[in-house]
């Protein structure tokens, strides 16, 4: 478990109190509005900021402790750092730059050299120098070295914040390949949720220098508390979902979950995995009737929790499911037309459903925020980066449809 329970008091007024619990394996994303204070926890946690208060803890590792007067320096808290800019050494080969934090550590060498520039597919740059590399390059060489310092955890402050979003889309996929083959927990700074979405395991959400909520993603996703904070209908409905069944012939694949399953387009992942599925309120609508003669082939029954007006003409219906909650965004006509309040059962038809594959053998965290695991297994591979993305792509173009 990292544990991370601080405050200070900046002299421009801005007053970091956090409090969070991540868990050791997966990617725990901070995230919030710019200036909540994410930076400031990575830096306390890095060692280049001390706090006023509190301790931080890495699994048996103090980094701080007030009251027992622990305070590690930097290089014994052996965390890799990975900045907004890749900061590397202009007058040194690609190489040579690599092997940086792999010369000056004193840890056991776990992440072999080989290894991270497979997985980073960064083999052909090594004799190059930094200003002959485009910003996803560098980026990449930047995350090597910083794996090969063999850190205990892997820091990385808006990595792709630099980057234009094609440089963005050619790299998340080797940061889901570093996610689910390194044995390594990273602290990932973001203001992106599309990001987060698709690389978190679990999120710790700021704001005003204040951890609002923190656990798994699909749960502090789905809190209500958060949406001032992250925007009220940019994520939808996040459910953790388990693959039950192929049909290749018709290009589809049956993911089931608490209240039901959904039909969505063919998932890379065997019968029996996990998957994320996401779905945008805006591609859910809504029937007081069981819908037969439609061609969405997606419903669910639920009762609706809530209805909030959003901007515009619309309004947010919210369904209770076992699985957490369904959001719909429909006209405020519609709900009128309707006659729709809280506590009436309705059909939600769901047009598009998009589904983020998670290797075999992930588990939500969730349980891990309770008590920490006794080891900590190694991840299974997951399909390289050259795999076709279409299913595990949250972001950028439109969504693959489900079937309409
Ligand atoms: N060196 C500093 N001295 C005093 N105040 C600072 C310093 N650095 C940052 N701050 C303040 O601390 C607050 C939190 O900054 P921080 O960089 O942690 O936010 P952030 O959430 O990472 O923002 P962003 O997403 O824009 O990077 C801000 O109000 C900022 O102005």
């Known amino acids: 478990m990292i544990e991370i329970d601080v ?90 730059n690599l092997r940086y934090g792999e010369r000056r550590t004193r840890r056991p060498r776990t992440i072999q050299f080989d290894a991270v520039v497979e997985m980073l597919g960064v083999g052909h740059l090594l004799k190059r120098r930094p200003h002959t590399l485009s910003g996803g390059e560098k980026q990449r060489i930047a995350i090597g070295r910083a794996l090969l310092s063999q850190p205990r955890l892997l820091l ?12 963005k889309g050619e790299i998340l996929p080797y940061l889901e390949r570093l996610r689910d083959e390194l044995n390594l927990p990273i602290l990932y700074v973001s203001h992106s949720i599309e990001e987060v979405l698709r690389l978190a395991d679990a999120v710790a959400a700021l704001s005003d220098g204040k951890v609002i909520a923190c656990g798994p993603l699909s749960d502090v996703l789905s809190r209500p508390e ?11 409905t996040i459910l953790d979902c388990t693959v039950t069944a ?37 591609d859910v609508s809504l029937s007081l009737s069981r819908p037969m003669d439609v061609s969405v082939t997606n419903r669910i ?19 209770a499911l076992s699985a957490g909650r369904l959001s719909s965004l429909v006209t405020q006509e519609s709900v009128l037309r309707l006659g729709l309040e809280p506590g009436m059962q309705v059909w939600a038809m769901i047009k598009a459903v998009t589904v983020d594959s998670r290797p075999p053998g992930f588990h939500s965290p969730g349980a891990e925020f309770v008590s920490p695991p006794a080891s900590r297994p190694a991840r299974p591979a997951a399909n390289p980066p050259q795999d076709p993305p279409a299913l595990r792509v949250i972001s950028g173009g439109s969504p693959p449809k489900g079937q309409t």
Request: glycine share 10%; with cysteine.
């Open 301 to 319: 029954s639920g009762t609706i929790s809530a209805i909030t007006r959003a901007e515009g003409p619309f309004s947010e219906v919210e369904l």
């Open 7 to 96: 405050s200070l008091a900046r002299s421009t007024g801005f007053h970091l109190k956090a409090n969070l619990r991540a868990p050791e394996t997966g990617v725990t994303a901070l995230f919030g509005r710019s200036g909540c204070g994410k930076t400031t926890v990575i830096q306390l946690v890095a060692g280049s900021l001390t706090p006023d208060s509190g301790h931080i803890r890495v699994g048996d590792t103090v980094f701080y402790d007030r009251q027992a007067g622990i305070n590690l320096p930097m290089e014994q808290r052996a965390v890799g750092y990975v900045f907004q800019d890749a900061r590397l050494f202009p007058h040194m080969t690609i190489e040579n």
């Open 156 to 167: 990385m402050d808006e990595p792709l914040a630099s980057l234009d979003e094609m440089r």
């Open 226 to 236: 958060l949406l001032p904070v992250i925007g009220r209908f940019d994520i939808g």
């Open 246 to 282: 192929h049909d290749p012939d018709l290009g589809l694949s049956t993911v089931s979950f608490a209240d039901g399953e959904l039909r969505v387009p063919l998932v890379g992942r065997p019968v029996g995995a996990p998957a994320r599925a996401r779905i945008r309120s805006r």
